[in-house]
């Protein structure tokens, strides 16, 4: 299901969803290259039925819930008249009946689901569903993360004489970095994801930013974007902000840099190190 760290992330998301719901299993998987999701991290199972399960988009509850991608129940696994049974023998097995599942979607692909699942027939509410759609999140979070650093080790290796397209990728991968980063709940992981963000922008060889230079937080998220190409609209549903909002902190940017125009603020920017 992807390297150890993506398996330690997904264990990790799946107790967090047993310890916010009180299900008494949680089991998931990512989507593997070319193939189907396998079921490779169980907790509070029984049996080792589900484990290395392939799972099928449309297939399933699992496979539902990756081909609508959205959260998908049922309070019935066996008697469910809206899923398909491919899987019967299995969830039989463990002895499963009530069952969520939460597909992990990074970049609008589906790149794995979580599930969590009760051994009685019961409707799961609300509450639970809110805590299975945070530990997707969680998940979400740290392989978009891992997207960007691959991004940026790809063109630091690619060769010198494709120079402009690898920096092109780096800067897309820093935006999407700090677009990013305003979503993640845990300070010290942000923290860490800005820091990565700084060290890219250091390595566009501008000169490090003087007092007069240096923006905002929320100043430079919005400048990243415009560095991308982005329109205030789009900026704003990237960075969940209002247009209006948007639009002040670009001025606040361009007269903290002492330009008047987006290009101009994003070539200062640049210049003083704080976009690559």
């Keep these: ?29 990512l989507l593997e290259a070319g193939g189907p999701l396998r079921i490779a991290e169980l907790t509070g199972a029984a049996t080792g039925a589900l484990r290395g399960l392939a799972i099928r988009s449309g297939n399933g509850l699992g496979g539902r819930s990756m081909a609508l991608s959205r959260p998908c129940a049922v309070a019935d696994y066996p008697a469910a008249r809206h899923i398909s049974h491919e899987y019967d023998a299995a969830v039989a097995a463990e002895g499963l009946r009530s069952v969520v599942a939460v597909p992990v979607v990074v970049g609008r692909t589906v790149r794995g689901v979580l599930y969590g699942a009760l051994r009685q027939p019961l409707a799961l509410g609300e509450r639970v569903l809110d805590a299975a759609v945070a530990a997707a999140r969680d998940v979400e979070q740290a392989l978009a993360v891992r997207d960007g650093a691959e991004a940026v080790i790809a063109a630091a290796r690619a060769p010198s004489g494709g120079g402009p397209g690898a920096w ?109």
């Design 168 to 276: 092109e990728t780096v800067r897309a991968a820093h935006g999407d970095l700090r677009a990013l980063a305003a979503r993640i709940a845990d300070p010290q992981v942000r923290e860490e994801v800005l820091e990565v963000c700084a060290r890219l922008a250091g390595a566009g060889g501008g000169r490090a930013a003087g007092p007069g230079a240096a923006l905002a937080p929320r100043e430079l998220d919005v400048l990243s974007c415009v560095a991308g190409g982005a329109t205030n609209a789009a900026a704003a549903d990237r960075l969940g902000l209002r247009q209006e909002t948007v639009k002040s902190y670009l001025r606040s940017a361009m007269r903290k840099l002492g330009v008047r125009t987006r290009l101009e603020a994003v070539t200062a920017a640049r210049r003083a190190g704080l976009l690559p």
């Design 1 to 29: 299901m992807g390297g150890p760290g993506e398996a330690v992330e997904m264990r990790t998301a799946l107790l967090r969803l047993r310890r916010a719901t009180g299900l008494p299993v949680a089991f998931g998987g």
